[in-house]
């Protein structure tokens, strides 16, 4: 996929360019119905409430029952985009599913919470997010040239944190400009079950992170750690385990 900057800029009709970006569909139908939408997430209180409960679901590939969506949500490419049961999208969270690599570029599991503000942003990634999953306010994800970011069942991410999978230029040669230079495949972020992120946590490529594991708030991780590992630090370092924590416990 064409970088944003080329592909809204490019000799082509308006219409045509944005149908492409950011509707995902060059159906004057789709089109239509997306504005029409894009018109009810400004509408406030319950009845826009009502109105996005009716008509934005049929938007996405999936949208389970039960899905609530605030106001002030933005959507790009929504036909790339599974959301399960129970999902709560706050005000102001923009879900970016811009992915010509993958079919889905953006799942969420059931009873998912996405505080205010959220962003996940899909450039020819993926992001997979587990079920009864908390995002807190203001936490970007993004997922960028194939290299997903998978999130597992029951984490909690805490306000503002940084996730992303491919963020990093190769930095291959010194004459050629860093914008130009291809992205490194780090094989994306990996976040198993039961994990804790405190606010402000980074959280790199390449980077995979244990069940029960629990990051300091603050932290950048910048090293895979081991199941139920306790992480504070820049760079981020492993100060114990939990599973000695609770033997010790258990036997006193």
Known sequence: MQKTHTA??????????YQEVIVGSLSLFDFLYFEWCCFLSIIPGAIG???RKIFWPRLFACCGKNTVFAQGVILRRPGSIRLGTSVV????????GR?????????????VIL??????SCKD???????????????????????????????IIGQA????????????????LTREQPIADDGGVMIKENVWLGGKVTVVGGVRIGQGAVVAAGAVMTRSVPEFSVCVGVPARVVKNRRDEDSSNRHS
């Open 8 to 17: 809204i800029t490019r000799k082509k009709g308006a219409l045509k360019k």
């Open 99 to 111: 992915s010509d690599k993958e079919e889905f570029a953006i799942t969420i599991g059931d009873n």
């Open 161 to 176: 944190c940084f996730i992303v999978g491919g963020g990093n230029y190769t930095l291959g040669s010194i004459d050629t």
């Open 125 to 155: 990634g993926s992001i997979s997010i587990g079920n009864n999953v908390g995002v807190n306010a203001q936490t970007i994800i993004q997922s960028t040239h194939s290299c997903p970011v998978v999130i597992g069942d029951d984490t």
């Open 115 to 120: 505080s205010n503000n959220v962003m996940l």
């Open 49 to 51: 409430l009502a109105a």
């Open 89 to 96: 999208i706050s005000e102001g969270c923009i879900l970016d």
